[in-house]
């Protein structure tokens, strides 16, 4: 009878190790323990720092700007994240459009153009294999900055130089004979090339401990497509709104904006990324509205806002759905599918178009996260980012 007792017990024991551990794993996946970028911002109630039973933590401080959040279930550590600690889990709002500029690293190829020479026109690279979003990385191995960095290297008593071009962060060489420019008698590749990329914008939010930037919500890449990330080193203008191409079902609209590079700058990118362009902000925020700074667990399905321009240079609320929250437990994009409800501005712009990326997307009366991307088939839509994944 003990025997059988004994036995129950034991199986009821290991019955319960394994519940406990199925529970256990699952909370952890649902609180999303494993990332949280390259850091967590958070206030001593923040729920970073009181996750749900049976998670406890601890902080372990290095210094007044840097700490450890360790995670524990039953005694033993599940995830260590970097930890900077904050007075405010509060950041300035913002939803105002940006002109940005930002230098490629190398030489971005727009096309491949002939060469005028004494026996007629010659396309010298015409038949490699070039494409949208191609740099030019090197020539006979040396690194390429500038365009007066070529006509140096080609000045060389040779045929043929050995070009590479990176794509997609692969490096491709080919051997290419450059043409003489009957006009300027010199060597040529027939490129057109660019060092710097500008565009249009929005702002999602500023630091107000750090005086730090976070904007678009996604990288710059280079115009006509491409996966290399242009650089990191670049600035941020104020911009007008002059209106919209509304966009249709097939094809996205965009904003039409303009800004000056004589104005001032409002700050410097100093890193490009999956999820955004990030900096110092030197602007005064005088007038800027402060809002707090939500967590990813605290976006649920329901009513929001977008805070966007299209019109002038000050953003105001647009309602939206969000439609659907994707429980991500390290950095990804695509965090919520938006649905633009707001008949104003499904009337100016269609939905969500080009150059609103980084519109701040509020609900609660937190910051959450930002647009960043439009579905190309149907307009009203797009994807949102965590706000949790918009630092560095």
Known sequence: MKSKLRYQCCIGLLVAIVIAAIFCAFTVGQYGLYQFGSHVTATSDSQYLNPPYPIRSTVAYTDEDAATIDYRIFGVSVQKTAYTPTQSNRVYLGGYPLGITIRTNGLLIASAVNVVTKSGTVMPMGDCDLRPGDV???IDGIEIRTPEQIDEILEQDRERFLVTILRDG???DYEVTPATDVLSGKKKLGLMLQDSIAGIGTMTFVDPET???????????????????????GFIFP??????????RGKAGELSGSFS?????????QVNN???????????????????????????PG???????????????????????????DAHDKSMV???????????????????????????????????HVFINDPTKGYGLFADWMHY
Not at 239 to 248: D, K, P, S, T
């Open 261 to 269: 590079q004589m104005s001032p700058y409002l700050g410097r990118i």
């Open 211 to 233: 005086m730090r930037f976070s904007a678009l919500g996604h990288p710059i890449k280079p115009n006509g497509g491409g996966d290399n990330l242009v650089g990191s080193d």
């Open 239 to 248: 911009a007008q709104i002059q209106g919209a191409v509304r966009g249709e």
């Open 136 to 138: 030019l990385k090197k």
């Open 338 to 372: 938006l649905r633009v409800v707001d008949k104003e501005l499904l009337a100016a712009t269609g939905g969500i178009v080009q150059g609103m990326s980084g519109s701040p997307i509020v609900q609660s009366g937190k910051l959450v996260g930002a647009v960043t």
């Open 170 to 172: 692969q490096e491709i």
């Open 274 to 300: 999956t999820f955004g362009i990030f900096g110092e902000y030197v602007a005064d925020p005088q007038g800027l509205e402060s809002i707090e700074l939500a967590n990813r667990f605290e976006v649920k």
């Open 303 to 329: 009513k929001a806002y977008i805070y966007t321009t299209v019109n002038g240079d000050k953003p105001r609320p647009y309602e939206i759905q969000i439609v659907k929250v994707n429980q991500q437990s």
